[in-house]
């Protein structure tokens, strides 16, 4: 059960420059989609962190459970060749 | 007989002392908001507002003590006046109220500053012409803020709703002031510095309008009002607020930190 007399939850994702994906830095509570968007700006860009927000309700995000981490993710363990290790990256690329 | 440039710095230091009090005086007052704030966001919210027009006030009175040739910098200006020797309007030093009367002070005054600002960009002065071109864009932000909140109140509940109208009733005879012309006023729209206060009265009330039909709320009626704090006439309300302000400076001359 949501607690009524709790603003909802939303997460802040944050793109710090043009050209980088935006970033999870946190969460806050708003009574809206706008006052999210403002507190995000307020709380989350003071020490200009960033030039674009999102901000998700937190409850439109679904998790894995911890409780199956093993079985998600213990059978990418033993798998090294997916890494692609054998790629010569070109120095001008700088944000991979 | 004083010379004409004397009187010309005269009226441009008085008219950037008001543009500079205003924002000082309401800046301390949101200041008093941290820590009290009904959520932690508003909290910040309000402080980046206060930081943001004490950012506004340091420039302004640092460019009026540069204007009156005296040697005061911002620091001077800031805490060591008297009472009488600040010009701002007094909707500025009226008491935070609620949450709600916070927040109708700030729409009222953020849309001046907000119309005010962008018929300023191209002063003939260009130093505030910078300052509003600075100004602007946070002003934008701070009325964004406040009307948001204003429309939220006023739409909201039964009791938000009477609140903020009871406020609005309560501050509003106060926004005359700002749009009162005086000789000050007028030197500075002969002279290509400030624009007219009827174009920005004009602005103003389209915009006003238009938020309080959002927020459901009634315009009150316009009332004649002996306007002061201009002039350097204040509500009972600044002579706290200047005590609290200038306390340190008083006690502790040119202390720094």
Redesign the interface.
């Known amino acids: 059960m949501e607690d009524q007399r709790q603003?909802p939850l939303f997460e802040v994702f944050i793109r710090a420059r043009g050209g980088l994906d935006h970033k999870h830095v946190g969460s806050?509570?708003?009574?809206?989609p706008?006052?999210a968007l403002?507190?995000a700006?307020?709380?989350y860009t003071?020490r200009q962190e960033g030039v674009s927000i999102w901000v998700v309700p937190s409850k439109a995000i679904i998790a894995s459970d911890p409780a199956e981490t093993d079985s998600l993710f213990e059978p990418a363990r033993d798998k090294i060749y997916r890494h692609p290790t054998f790629y010569v990256i070109p120095d001008e690329v700088k944000t991979l | 007989m004083k010379g004409a440039a004397e009187t010309d710095a005269q009226a441009l230091f008085r008219y950037v002392l008001r543009l500079g009090d205003l924002s000082l005086v309401l800046g301390q007052r949101l200041g008093e908001w941290v820590g009290h704030s009904p959520?932690?966001?508003e909290d910040?919210?309000l402080a980046?507002i206060a930081l943001d027009l004490i950012g506004q006030a340091r420039l302004l009175l640092s460019y009026a003590g540069e204007i009156e040739g005296r040697g005061r910098d911002e620091d001077q200006l800031a805490y060591l006046r008297e009472q009488g020797a600040y010009f701002n309007a007094i909707l500025a030093e009226q008491p935070n109220g609620d949450f709600g009367q916070t927040l109708v002070r700030q729409v009222l005054i953020d849309a001046f500053q907000l119309e005010l600002y962008e018929r300023m960009t191209d002063s003939m002065d260009a130093r505030l012409a910078a300052i509003a071109a600075k100004s602007v864009k946070e002003v934008r932000?701070h009325l964004?803020?406040s009307s948001?909140w204003l429309v939220?109140l006023g739409d909201g509940t039964p009791e938000s709703h009477q609140r903020v109208q009871t406020s609005l009733e309560l501050l509003w005879p106060y926004t005359v002031e700002l749009f009162a012309e005086d000789d000050v006023d007028r030197a500075m729209v002969d002279r290509g510095i400030a624009p007219r206060l009827s174009e920005v009265r004009a602005a103003w009330v389209e915009r006003i309008e238009a938020i309080l039909a959002e927020a459901t709320l009634k315009r009150p009626a316009d009332r004649p009002h002996a306007w002061h704090g201009k002039r350097g006439q204040h509500s009972e309300h600044l002579g706290y607020i200047l005590a609290e302000m200038q306390y340190l400076q008083r006690a502790y001359p040119g202390a720094r930190w």
Not at chain 1, 28 to 32: E, R, T, V
Request: no cysteine; glycine share 8%.
């Open positions: 603003w806050l509570h708003a009574a809206d706008s006052m403002d507190h700006r307020d709380l003071r | 959520a932690l966001e910040l919210g980046n932000y964004r803020y948001g939220r």
